[in-house]
């Protein structure tokens, strides 16, 4: 078997992205085609962790509109998370996967709580891992979990998942025909340009530490398994200038 182009991975999976074509919440064959994109790449050699958001249930931000107290609402967006994870950890088992889901809120009776090492053994013994409940922290988000997680257990990459964006363009590309797709662009670019990719603090945890970022369409089928072949998929975020 070839190895694959990353060793070992993050991939963020945002809330959004597993609610099909509903408006909230979740989708049994969403899940079903993701855990599928996922097996697909853990049964190629990568060891797979995988960061949920919870934006399909929750946002934090939108209740602190309402006057909740941020803190307290974004507690709230982190147990949506959980429930993500949880409905993931379920579909990939059911695709045949073994799952181990670690929580950065402690919540011992459904998952594990997050401990790296412990996440690490999993990975080295081809466990998929699902992180939960973003950083455990509020003001923050799951790309920055996202980030965050990948350079504690040493990935080679974070995967962003897009959900009908296949990279990353210098305009919405849903809004304007002619917005223009970047196959590379640096840290510092996507940074200074604020292109929506993955929110700024994130964005810096990679710059800084020499993180390549892939953003692709997770649902275009084999797209996931062609970046862990090697292929340019979506748009690649690195050092490396242009
Ligand atoms: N959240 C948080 N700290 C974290 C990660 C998430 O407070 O480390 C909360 C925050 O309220 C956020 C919500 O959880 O709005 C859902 O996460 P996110 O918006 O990142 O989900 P996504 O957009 O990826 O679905």
Redesign the pocket.
């Known amino acids: 078997m070839t190895e694959p182009a990353y060793s070992r991975v993050i991939l ?6 597993f609610k099909g074509d509903g408006e909230f919440g979740l989708d049994a064959d969403t899940l079903h085609f993701v855990s599928q994109q996922i097996k697909d790449i853990s049964d190629m050699g990568t060891e797979v962790g995988v ?13 602190e509109q309402t006057g909740m107290d ?2 307290t ?9 959980i429930m ?1 994870a949880l409905a993931l950890q379920d579909a990939l088992e059911r695709v045949g996967v073994t799952v181990r889901t670690q929580s ?1 809120v402690s919540m011992p009776s459904v998952a594990e709580p997050y401990i790296r090492r412990r996440a690490v053994r999993h990975l080295e013994k081809g466990r998929v891992v699902i992180f939960a ?13 996202a980030a965050l997680r990948a350079l504690e257990i040493g990935a080679t990459a974070l995967i962003m998942a897009k959900n009908g964006i296949d990279g990353v363009y210098d305009s919405d590309p849903l809004k304007n025909p002619e917005a223009k797709k970047y196959e590379k662009l640096t840290h510092y670019d996507a940074l200074s340009q604020r292109l929506q990719a993955l ?1 700024s603090t994130a964005l810096s945890l990679c710059m800084d530490n020499s993180l390549p970022i892939v953003v692709f369409d997770i649902f275009k089928a084999g797209n996931l398994a062609s970046i862990l072949s090697g292929e340019h998929v979506g748009t690649l975020i690195s050092d490396e200038a242009k």
């Open positions: 963020k999976m945002s809330g959004e992205s960061v949920v958001g919870g934006g399909n249930f929750w946002r934090g931000a939108d209740y941020r803190s609402a974004d507690f709230a967006g982190m147990l949506a998370t993500n950065a409940g973003g950083t455990g922290n509020p003001y923050m988000t799951t790309d920055t979990a929110d």
